[in-house]
DNA sequence: ACCTGAACACCGTTCAAGT
DNA sequence: ACCTGAACACCGTTCAAGT
């Protein structure tokens, strides 16, 4: 080592904002920083900026807007989705896997549903899931047309899911306080006038079964799956 | 006329401001009204309270949070829903029918989708129509619990298409601008790297296909009936 | 009890000015 | 070309003060 290592050639910085120039991916990196151990909310221009030491303008040289970055964090949560390879045998399975893959995804980052939510997924990485969902239905002998509306469907189905799940973990409910959630939902159920809601009160527990969500996902994507087997030939 | 036209008794007020007390119902209508006409985004505290000729502070006596406001938009359009008597006989077009409904009220008020998104329906009307729907899936002898995790997604279904259309909606898109769109995009889908993404170069005239959006939301009603159908014994 | 003005702590985006 | 400070036009919500 011919350099010191204790003070580098060029000038002192104050310490703080490595001024590494800002990138695209370093703004994505900093917003998905936040979305993680702060929730979606926390995921402003401003405070992305202010995560980078800068002001919230400097962004607007690498991303065009809000909108554009909530895709580019979408996108770079499909980068981390792995799909199994196309099976004929197997294809209604690993529809199902496929999708169960998304929710874990969307689950591992909470807030990308939000950012996703009513968004054609147009970035690369969101492309080549869809690319994928493709081989497993085509796979399946599942016609065109079908196939094409099913990508459409699938991820709104997944994002829907994962986005309602959000909205409980924004206001911060610890699982104790979902199952309290999910009981006072049930008496009420169970206490409304039966003449009016005769079905509402019959079925108050099935109604509130499947807290989790886990067992109402899978009930979701088995009903997808079945619908699309149907138009199998 | 006794009284002096031209002065009534009463001191002058602002004429603008006509001085009927506030209540929930005047706050609602008037966010109504904004939504209407002004999309979801011009739904705001500050906007209602000055459509009602006061501050924001004011609407906090009647109304606990913007989100309550939501609810209760989400409500007033859950009250125009008309469902269909349960007839066993006709029960899956019955529910595709109940589909249609939600979606036709939804897309008359704009916006209204967003307010919904994620949120369980606890408001009276919205609770009406779970109950309506799940009269037409005991017609149909759906078994108990895929009934009652049925009415959960069957409006996460309408409501997510409607967010879908919302979001273009709030962009101020006409016809014309949604065509050009729909034909970029499949010119793009048929310029990409068929190496890398080979089906969605070769099924880009059907994942098109069906830009007005009810042919897609006709095909998305339809996996879900026979995915419940397959279910009924 | 109901209403209000003013304030607090935020937003996204633009723009002229700097380097 | 890239970055910045300051400003513009907004948010939801709270609170002390009024009637």
């Keep these: 080592m011919s350099q010191s290592p204790w003070q ?17 991916d370093r703004i994505v990196d900093a917003a998905m920083g936040l979305l993680v ?26 991303v065009a807007n809000k909108q554009e970055l909530d895709h580019l964090l979408v996108d770079r949560a ?21 999708m169960r893959e998304m929710l874990r995804v969307l689950r591992a980052y909470p807030g990308v549903a939000r950012a996703a939510i009513g968004q054609v997924p147009l970035g690369e990485r969101a492309m080549l899931t869809t690319e994928q969902l493709l081989a497993i239905l085509k796979a399946g002998n599942v016609p065109d047309q079908a196939a094409a509306w099913a990508v459409d469907l699938i991820p709104l189905y997944v994002t829907a899911t994962a986005f309602e799940e959000s909205v409980q973990r924004a206001a911060e409910w610890t699982e104790a306080d979902i199952k309290t959630f999910v009981a006072d939902l049930r008496t009420y159920f169970e206490s409304l006038d039966s003449s009016r809601f005769p079905l509402t009160v019959a079925l108050a527990p099935a109604l509130t079964a499947g807290g989790s969500g886990d067992e109402r996902f899978e009930f979701g994507i088995q009903i997808i799956t079945a619908g699309l087997a149907s138009l199998a030939p």
């Design 37 to 62: 151990d702060q929730g979606y909310e926390a995921v402003s221009m401003r405070k992305v900026a202010q995560a980078l030491g800068t002001g919230p303008a400097s962004l607007y040289a690498h």
């Design 78 to 98: 499909a980068q981390e989705m792995r799909f199994p390879e196309p099976d004929p045998a197997r294809w209604q399975e690993q529809l199902k896997e496929a």
């Design 8 to 24: 580098p050639i060029s000038p002192a910085k104050p310490a703080r904002p490595s001024r590494e120039p800002l990138t695209r």
